[in-house]
Every structure is written in C-alpha cells, then in structure tokens.
C-alpha cells in the first residue's frame, strides 16, 4: 500500500531552525516527485515545491524560493521541508504529496502542524 | 504564474442537488487540471485528473469537463459526505491552486 507518513507537530520559536520529514513507502521513492504544500489557519492550498529525488532536482513556487529547502534522501525514502529561521507568518498545516507520472498529486501525507510563537 | 480563480468561494446546496464548481485559468493550460477535496481534519484527496478522468475510487458522481482556459466540476446527487472544500489545481508548468471552494448542505 503506497504511503507518505509525516513527523509529528512541532512547536517553535521565531528564529529556531526546522526540519520535517516525511516518509514514503509502497512505490519507488527514487522515481518519483514528492513535494509540499502549505495551508495556513482558515487558508487555502499553497504548492511549495517539488523535487525529484533520483537526481535531486528540485522546483520551488516563486512565493517559496529562497524561504524554504527541500531535500530528500532516497537511501530512507524520506523528503524533508526545512526552514533556517522561522517566522511567525509560517504557522501551518504543512503536507507532503507525491506527484503521479502524469501530473496529479494521487497521494498526500497527512499533515504536520507546523506553530511559531513566541 | 498562472492564476486559477475559482467561483463560487462558498456554496450550500441540498441533498440530491447538482452542484457546480468553475474554476478559470489565467492562460490556456489544455486539461492540465485537477480537483481535490479537503475535509476539515483530512488530507486532501484527488478526486479528478486531466480535467475530466475520475481517480480511483471516486464515486461516479463527480466529474469534471473544459479545457484551455474554462473548467467545470459537478457534483450530482449531493451526499451528506460531500461537505468539504473542493479545489482546482493546474499543472501546466509550476502548480498552482484555486482560491477553494466551500460546500456545505442547507
């Protein structure tokens, strides 16, 4: 049975560093697109990026690049969503998704609720 | 970016209706077009692929039509388990969503 299974919920400061991962199993992790899309408090979807990880390229929204990092490590199967600093503003439910061959996200993870407070 | 601006942003139907969803793409994209449904608590699930082709398991129905700039996605003979928040998504380049739409039963 193919899966993606997220971290557990986190609770940070602003400024901390952060690091979810999200693991995959039931098909072939290395050939396969896996990214991340946010959901802020009473928000909509918001696709991240995307990365590849047979060859580790990767993909991000405009409104991401340069806040974010992917990453994966086809060894474990395992993608992953960091952040350096974090603000704030990044509060959300954040979901790992796989891309289908022909485009669609057929399958997501089940969340991780991300909160910054002070 | 391509914008997907979808209408209505909430809607509350009765069971047995048909439902309509539109969601318009700010440049032609041919069928590169899905739908999702998210209940509160849930992962959001694909429900149709390419515009129209229903994923697996999806009850029959759902469905979906357009292509190019203009897309549809209907729901007849509402359930009670429909409640959710219904989104349209393109991948013609960069994916990007529809703004969601809010279904609820009067």
């Known amino acids: 049975e193919m899966q993606l299974v997220q971290s557990g919920a986190e609770v940070k400061k602003p400024g901390e560093s952060l690091k979810i991962s999200c693991k995959g199993s039931?098909?072939?992790?290395?050939?396969?697109?896996i990214g991340w899309v946010r959901q802020m408090p009473g928000k909509g979807l918001e696709w991240m990026g995307i990365m590849y990880p047979g060859d580790s390229d990767t993909r991000y929204s405009p409104s991401f690049q340069g806040q974010v990092t992917i990453s994966a490590d086809k060894s474990i199967s395992t993608a992953y969503l960091q952040w350096s600093s974090l603000k704030a503003s990044d509060t959300a439910m954040y979901y790992c998704v796989k891309r289908d061959s022909s485009g669609p996200f057929d399958y997501w993870g089940q969340g991780t609720l991300v909160t910054v407070s002070s | 970016d391509i914008q997907m601006t979808q209408s209505p942003s909430s809607l509350s139907a009765s069971v047995g209706d048909r439902v309509t969803i539109d969601c318009q793409a700010s440049?032609?994209?041919?069928?590169?077009l899905n739908w999702y449904q998210h209940k509160p608590g849930k992962a959001p699930k694909l429900l149709i692929y390419a515009a129209s082709n229903l994923a697996t398991g999806v009850p029959s129905r759902f469905s979906g039509g357009g292509s190019g700039t203009d897309f549809t996605f209907t729901i007849s003979n509402l359930q009670p388990e429909d409640v959710a928040t219904y989104y349209c998504?393109?991948?013609?380049?960069?994916?990007?969503f529809g703004q969601g739409t809010k279904l609820e039963i009067k």
């Open positions: 039931g098909y072939s992790f290395s050939t396969n697109w």
């Open positions: 998504q393109q991948y013609d380049y960069l994916p990007t």
């Open positions: 440049q032609d994209i041919s069928n590169y």
